[in-house]
């Protein structure tokens, strides 16, 4: 049995666009690979008739149909898996892929998870915080010049999802825990080690950085992140107790 990527699972996060015509073009490059989940976050400028100009075609129903919102966290919450694209990396970013093995990987997640890829403003890209909430950073390889336009990079990375396919792969990838279930685990996981002194409490975000890795390396699920808050609460309590044996 061959597999592909589910593309009715994942969802194209415009991430503060300023260029209305990138937008229309982005959504073009969706409908052209089969993609019809677009989301703008905080998007400079929407001007619909700027839009329309470059979303020809019957890729204007997916701009119709497209969501914006003003808070990317909040957006991502239902989502199990999420991707950041960026030209830049670094030691303080989460794994580091290329479209095609993001495809590949894709395959299974894609069966019983919802996939957030997100892509970031024309000029900066994505900021540190924003890639701290992905799983994965697709990076684009290039010759020289590693900047692309947002469109160019949107087609790229849905023109691998439409490929992708693995004569191997039969069995889906269980659901992970959604954005929402993960950033709760990692801020009580935060209180926590700060409690007990094995993070620094003036940069905790510094310090959780390789936590948020490890985990997102191996793919947390749903129900690992509900035992993980479980074994902090019973950490928050008996540190507590002692607090209280201390001051009697």
């Given amino acids: 049995m061959t597999s592909r990527v589910d593309l009715e699972h994942i969802t194209i996060f415009l991430v503060e666009p300023q260029i209305p015509e990138n937008i229309g073009s982005a959504a073009r490059a969706m409908h052209n690979m089969g993609l019809k989940r677009l989301m703008l976050v905080r998007p400079k400028n929407c001007d619909l008739s700027r839009v329309l100009k470059t979303a020809t075609g019957t890729s204007v129903d997916l701009i119709e149909e497209m969501g914006v919102c003003e808070d990317l966290t909040r957006a991502l919450a239902p989502f199990q898996y999420v991707a950041g694209t960026t030209a830049r990396t670094g030691n303080l970013r989460p794994a580091l892929t290329d479209p095609r093995n993001f495809a590949e990987d894709l395959i299974a997640l894609s069966q019983a998870n919802e996939v957030a890829i997100l892509f970031g403003p024309e000029d900066r890209g994505l900021s540190n915080e924003q890639l701290r909430l992905c799983h994965t950073i697709v990076t684009i390889p290039t010759a020289r010049f590693a900047s692309l336009n947002l469109a160019q990079a949107v087609m790229i990375v849905c023109y691998e999802l439409w490929m992708a396919a693995d004569e191997k792969m039969n069995a ?77």
């Fill in 172 to 248: 889906p990838a269980p659901r992970l825990a959604d954005t929402f279930e993960r950033e709760g685990m990692y801020t009580h996981l935060s209180q926590v080690l700060q409690k007990i002194g094995f993070i620094n409490p003036q940069n905790p975000e510094h310090w959780m950085f390789n936590v948020r890795r490890l985990f997102a390396r191996h793919g947390l699920r749903a129900r690992e992140a509900q035992v993980i808050k479980g074994i902090c609460r019973q950490i928050d309590w008996y540190v507590g107790k002692r607090l209280e044996a201390k001051q009697k």
